[in-house]
C-alpha cells in the first residue's frame, strides 16, 4: 500500500518570499510522484512529476521539487512566490510493481492551503 | 479540444434522491476515473475504469454506481443520496497504454454536490 502526507495544511507567505510545501510518501514499489494545484473553484492541474531520472523536477508556474529516496519526500519549492500563487497544492504518488505491469492508482495527499499576502 | 468536462457544476438533492454525474474526455484516453475531494483528506478514489469495458472500485465506491458509456463517457451515480455524499466531485482520464502507470491524469472542473 502507498500513502502520501503532506506536512502542514496551511502555509501563510509574503508576496516575493520563497516557499517550500513539504510531502513525504511511503510505497513498497517503485514510485511515480506528482504536485497538483487547485486554484479556487477550479479544478486540478498538473504543476510537476518526477517519473525517473533527474530527482530535480521543473515544473510550470517557477515551481520545482525535488525527490529524495532516502528521505522519501519529494517537497515542492518556489524561489519568490506571487499573489497569483494563491492555492491549495496536493501532492500524489502512484505505485508500480517490479514487473512494470501492475495498475496504480493514484493517491493523494491532504492538501497544504498556500496563502500569499502582499 | 475541451479536455475533460463535467455535468452539473451544482446540484442540491435531498436524501434519498438519485442523479447521474456526467463526464466526457476528447482526449482518446483509456482510462477513466472519478474522485471525491473533501476538506482535509484530498481526493479519494471512488471508481476507476481501465479501459472501455472495464470498471473497478477505489477506495470509497459504497453508495456509487458507475457507467463506461464508450471511451468517451464516464458516469458516476448516486442511486439514494445521503448527507454524508456532498462533496466536490472530479473526473479525471488519463491514456494509460500497455499497463504503465507512469502517465498523467487530466482532471475536469468538479460538481460540487450539496445533500440536504
Known amino acids: 500500500a502507498q500513502s502520501v502526507t503532506q506536512l502542514d495544511s496551511q502555509v501563510p507567505v509574503f508576496e516575493e518570499a520563497p516557499v517550500e510545501l513539504r510531502c513525504n510518501y511511503s510505497s513498497s514499489v517503485s514510485v511515480y510522484l506528482f504536485w497538483y494545484v487547485q486554484y479556487p473553484n477550479q479544478g486540478l492541474q498538473l504543476l510537476l512529476k518526477y517519473l525517473s531520472g533527474s530527482t530535480l523536477v521543473k515544473g510550470i508556474n517557477g515551481f520545482e521539487a525535488e525527490f529524495n529516496k532516502s528521505q522519501t519526500s519529494f517537497h515542492l519549492r518556489k524561489p519568490s512566490v506571487h499573489i497569483s500563487d494563491t492555492a491549495e497544492y496536493f501532492c500524489?504518488?502512484?505505485?508500480?510493481?517490479?514487473?512494470?505491469?501492475?495498475?496504480?492508482?493514484?493517491?493523494f495527499g491532504q492538501g497544504t492551503i498556500l496563502t500569499v499576502h502582499p | 479540444n475541451a479536455g475533460v468536462t463535467q455535468t452539473p457544476k451544482f446540484q442540491v438533492l435531498k436524501t434519498g434522491q438519485s442523479m447521474t454525474l456526467q463526464c466526457a474526455q476528447d482526449m482518446n484516453h483509456n482510462s477513466m476515473y472519478w474522485y471525491r475531494q473533501d476538506p482535509g483528506m484530498g481526493l479519494r478514489l471512488i471508481y476507476y475504469?481501465?479501459?472501455?469495458?472495464?470498471?473497478d472500485k477505489g477506495e470509497v465506491p459504497n453508495g456509487y454506481n458507475v457507467s463506461r458509456l464508450n471511451k468517451r463517457e464516464f458516469s458516476l451515480r448516486l442511486e439514494s443520496a445521503a448527507p454524508s455524499q456532498t462533496s466536490v466531485y472530479f473526473c479525471a482520464s488519463s491514456e494509460s497504454t500497455s499497463g504503465r502507470v507512469r502517465e498523467t491524469q487530466y482532471f475536469g472542473p468538479g460538481t460540487r454536490l450539496l445533500v440536504l
Open positions: 475504469s481501465a479501459s472501455e469495458g472495464t470498471t
Open positions: 500524489a504518488v502512484r505505485g508500480e510493481n517490479a514487473g512494470g505491469t501492475s495498475y496504480g492508482k493514484l493517491t
